[in-house]
């Protein structure tokens, strides 16, 4: 038995190293636009075994715990590059466009790691340089705070900014309670960012801000002299062959004014892996290099910017191993209501796990900007999660349930 655990430590900590390096050429494959074919599938459970080396009944009863864990969603598994495993249920399928929200930040994060290297004249100092300045954010003063004359982009980017909008932090591994925030004056989407108080100096906690990351996309807007969703247009969707998609720019005091960038991205399923494919590969796309591969190689490990918690430019890294059935490399990127979407390297594993969110007020399931004409599942329009699982607005605690279902996607590999 001790035998059999150091061997599962090991195959965990370096994937199947000579299954992997067996596949020749495996990362020359990337999938072609799914309106000129898409990606390539495994059709039957030997082939799943065959070229994946993954159990396919494993799969399914990952499927089947993620189906308790939001109302609508599915699972979608990519493994050398091949298409392994796919399933939804409730109102999701392949074709609908949910609002993934934060999911939406890794996005941002990747098209602000190609501002960086387009425009290094603009931006000389890379991450570490300073963005609340008249030259990226003149709307930004005069500053509320002396404070965010020290936020780097670095700082935005981990959510390591001292900028907050929740009532928690971490320094240094420590949970820090946080105050609630007082009610303040009604502001428009970019200052809303901009006034967000401050809890402790630039780098000296960790505390998550879809505000923080948004401020981000502004200095991008600037610098690029184009919206958010216009830039991932032109970098990502177009060259790797999104079929419709979109931000979820509706809200309940109107029609945002920008694309925000701490949320919103609604994509499909199958360009979600795609997303996760160009992760995965280092930002490369066939003979594209469409984000640097230094940048991804950044996200995927600690960042200097966050010595606080397991969070890289907008990744949850594994390199602590508190993600304990996966692989120490696993970083992936959780959204509200349970999405995510995730990256093994030493596997060669992508996977994109639909969810949902139930809140009065939320914009439509389905935003409209896939081609979905299947028949929705209405069976599951009454569902609710277990009590033991809601929190107070009755959604579940998405972290727990983005976890295991990747460990135990992992454990359907032999």
């Known amino acids: 038995m001790a035998g059999m655990e150091s061997n599962r430590r090991q195959f965990l900590q370096c994937g199947s190293g000579p299954f992997l390096m067996s596949l ?5 494959y990337f999938p072609p636009a799914d309106a000129a ?26 499927f089947r715990y ?21 399933r939804y249920f409730g109102r999701a399928a392949r074709d609908v466009t949910p609002n993934m929200y934060s999911v939406g930040k890794a996005v941002t994060s990747l098209c602000c790691g190609i501002l960086l290297d387009e425009q290094r004249g603009r931006i000389p100092k890379g991450l570490e340089q300073e963005v609340f300045t008249e030259a990226y954010l003149p709307e930004a003063f005069p500053l509320g705070d002396a404070r965010q004359a020290g936020i780097k982009l670095g700082h935005l980017l981990t959510m390591t900014s001292g900028l907050r909008e929740g009532t928690s932090g971490i320094v ?22 901009l006034r967000m108080p401050m809890w402790t ?3 000296g906690g960790y505390s998550y801000t ?19 969703q216009a830039y991932v247009e032109q970098k990502l969707a177009r060259p790797m062959g999104f079929g419709g998609w979109g931000y979820a720019m509706e809200t309940a005091g109107g029609r945002l004014a920008h694309t925000p960038g701490g949320s919103g991205v609604a994509l499909r399923a199958t360009d979600a892996l795609r997303l996760g494919y160009l992760v995965l590969r280092e930002g ?13 190689r950044q996200c995927r490990q600690p960042s200097p910017y966050n010595p606080h918690s397991p969070y890289s430019l907008q990744f949850e890294v594994n390199a602590d191993g508190h993600v304990f059935g996966a692989p120490r490399d696993a970083f992936f990127k959780s959204g509200a209501g349970g999405f ?4 093994v390297p030493s596997l060669d594993l992508v996977v994109y796990k639909m969810a949902s969110v139930r809140r009065r007020g939320e914009a439509p399931y389905d935003l409209g900007f896939g081609e979905h004409q299947g028949k929705a599942e209405e069976s599951r329009d009454n569902w609710t999660p277990a009590p033991a699982d809601q929190f107070h607005d009755g959604t579940i605690d998405g972290d727990a349930g983005t976890r295991r279902t990747l460990e135990m996607v992992i454990a359907a590999i032999h």
């Open 37 to 62: 074919g898409g990606w390539r599938v495994a059709g039957d459970a030997n082939q799943v075994r065959k070229v994946a080396g993954m159990d396919e009944e494993r799969l399914e009863q990952a």
């Open 201 to 203: 100096a630039p780098g």
């Open 210 to 228: 879809s505000q923080g990351v948004h401020v981000a996309s502004m200095v991008l807007r600037r610098v690029a002299g184009m919206e958010l």
């Open 284 to 296: 490369r796309w066939g003979r594209q290099q469409l984000v640097p591969a230094e940048y991804l």
């Open 172 to 193: 240094r591994g420590e949970l820090v309670k946080l105050e609630p925030l007082a009610p303040g004056p009604r502001l428009d989407q970019d200052q809303s960012a």
């Open 340 to 343: 995510c979407l995730y990256a």
């Open 66 to 86: 993620t189906a308790t864990t939001s109302q609508h969603g599915g699972l979608a598994v990519v493994r050398n590059g091949w298409l392994v495993y796919e």
């Open 24 to 28: 020749a050429g495996r990362e020359g």
